[in-house]
């Protein structure tokens, strides 16, 4: 079976919103193969003894989403959006769990392309990126959710373009004014 119609989900979601349980089992049967292989990609690059896998970090996505506020879905894309400020925030304590087991030093600067790679490697480099992406967004709100969703959900631009209700263009500069500003950052 093929990937989803994003049609497909959004259906399922809005069938959710009026409490359609059905729905919710077959909206977890169809995003959980594309969560799974988002948080493989998050996850590329981790030791092979971390504690973490992709299939816990999906499963705590879907608890977190089980348990938390009534959420007013909008789109497939809102969906994903929301998984990877949910991965995000996971990783960020799974990270902090981590240092504060080491009770390492102080953080690492490192370029830009770099800290994805080594994003689950290290705590201190996923405590710095979310530090980067909460200072961002004090800034530019909306440069810091293209961030996130770009590196924590893999949406395109066009995807998050419909997510922020924006044109591609506009998130192809906000992507790019969030790494310059990054990467400014970074060599502070």
């Not at 988002?38 to 970090?57: I, K, N, V, W, Y």
């Not at 992406?133 to 530019?140: A, E, H, K, M, V």
Request: glycine residues 6%; hydrophobic residues 45%; without cysteine.
């Amino acid at each position: 079976m093929g990937e989803p119609l994003p049609d497909q989900i959004t259906l399922l979601l809005e069938k959710m919103q009026v409490g359609d349980d059905d729905a919710r089992a077959q909206l977890v049967s169809l995003v959980y193969p594309q969560l799974k292989k988002l948080a493989a990609h998050q996850m590329r690059g981790e030791r092979s003894d971390h504690t973490l896998q992709p299939t816990a970090l999906v499963n705590e996505v879907f608890l977190r989403l089980a348990g938390g506020a009534e959420i007013a879905w909008q789109s497939r894309n809102h969906f994903f959006a929301l998984s990877a400020a949910l991965m995000r925030q996971i990783l960020v304590d799974h990270a902090r769990r981590r240092r504060a087991a080491k009770r390492g030093a102080g953080t690492t600067s490192i370029e830009i392309q770099e800290w994805h790679a080594q994003l689950h490697d290290r705590p201190e480099v996923v405590l710095e990126v979310d530090k980067l992406i909460t200072r961002l967004n004090s800034l530019d709100s909306r440069q810091a959710k293209v961030v996130e969703m770009r590196y924590f959900a893999g949406l395109s631009e066009g995807e998050i373009a419909e997510v922020l209700g924006i044109s591609e263009r506009t998130v192809k500069r906000d992507w790019n004014m969030a790494r310059a500003w990054m990467r400014k950052e970074l060599s502070a």
